[in-house]
């Protein structure tokens, strides 16, 4: 593996994941990997895998974990993520994706794992109000929409609501936040990477909290002491 750096992103549905990963893979100069964005690619093409996926997405359901892993494993062997390294968002979700992800890098093979911590009522407004380019996945928001018609600012697709954004879907992602991917917190702090963010407020103050907390991650730890004469 290369120099780079090697991250991934946590916290519940509406925290700011996809935000603040884009953000992080621009400032390291590295691939910002997001299982959810390839699933909804997939099923924009219309591919028999794609349509697969979006049974489940459609549902507020998981993805299954054979399939979800095959996906991150193929992707995390091109060039570019070995080189270079990756912001993993939206994998690991479950235990068996985690440990299958350690087994995949090594010891040693991960950073940082971000928790970006934000209250339900917060990500509830933030998720209802959300809509998102057909195209390419920008992210806006209805208090701060493209800037001519609801058409993306990046590249002119439509911009519209995700399927899964609808109540009875974001109820089901919820639960499944909380009894699959928040005991991964647990799983990473064993580990030694977990680093929480506090994910309410600016944006732009949020991204300066994950990159610090990012660098003291990365810090090598405090030199062994002096042997002694
Ligand atoms: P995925 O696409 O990953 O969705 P998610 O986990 O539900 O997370 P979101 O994308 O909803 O939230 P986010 O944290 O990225 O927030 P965002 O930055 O957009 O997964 C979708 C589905 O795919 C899953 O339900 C599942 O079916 C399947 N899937 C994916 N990965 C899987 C896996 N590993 N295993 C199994 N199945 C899998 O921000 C939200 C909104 O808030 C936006 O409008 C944004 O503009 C706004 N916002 C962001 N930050 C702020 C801020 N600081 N202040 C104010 N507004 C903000
Ligand atoms: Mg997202
Ligand atoms: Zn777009």
Do not use: N
């Not at 621009?26 to 996926?53: E, N, Q």
């Not at 440990?99 to 009522?121: H, N």
């Amino acid at each position: 593996m290369g120099s780079g750096v090697r991250l991934l992103v946590l916290g519940k549905q509406g925290a700011g994941k996809g935000t603040q990963a884009v953000r992080i893979a621009r400032h390291y100069g590295v691939p910002h990997i997001s299982t959810g964005d390839m699933f909804r690619a997939a099923a924009a093409a219309r591919t028999p895998f794609g349509l697969k996926a979006q049974e489940f997405m459609k549902r507020g359901e998981l993805v299954p974990d054979d399939v979800v892993i095959g996906v991150v494993a193929e992707r995390l062997a091109k060039d570019d993520a070995v080189d270079d390294g990756f912001v993993l968002d939206g994998f690991p979700r479950t235990r068996v994706q985690a440990e299958e992800l350690q087994r995949l890098l090594g010891p040693g093979g991960l950073d940082a794992a971000v928790d970006i911590d934000v209250p339900t009522e917060v990500v509830l407004e933030r998720i209802s109000g959300r809509r998102v380019c057909r195209t390419c996945g920008a992210t806006y928001h209805v208090s701060h929409p493209p800037k001519v018609d609801w058409l993306c600012d990046k590249d002119g697709g439509d911009v519209i609501q995700r399927e899964d954004d609808k109540p009875e879907a974001i109820e089901r992602r919820l639960e499944l936040y909380e009894r699959d991917t928040r005991p991964l917190l647990d799983y990473y702090e064993e580990l030694g990477v977990l680093v929480t963010v506090d994910g309410d407020g600016d944006p732009d103050d949020v991204f300066d909290r994950i990159l610090e907390a990012v660098e003291t991650a990365r810090e090598p730890r405090s030199p062994a002491p002096p042997a002694p004469r």
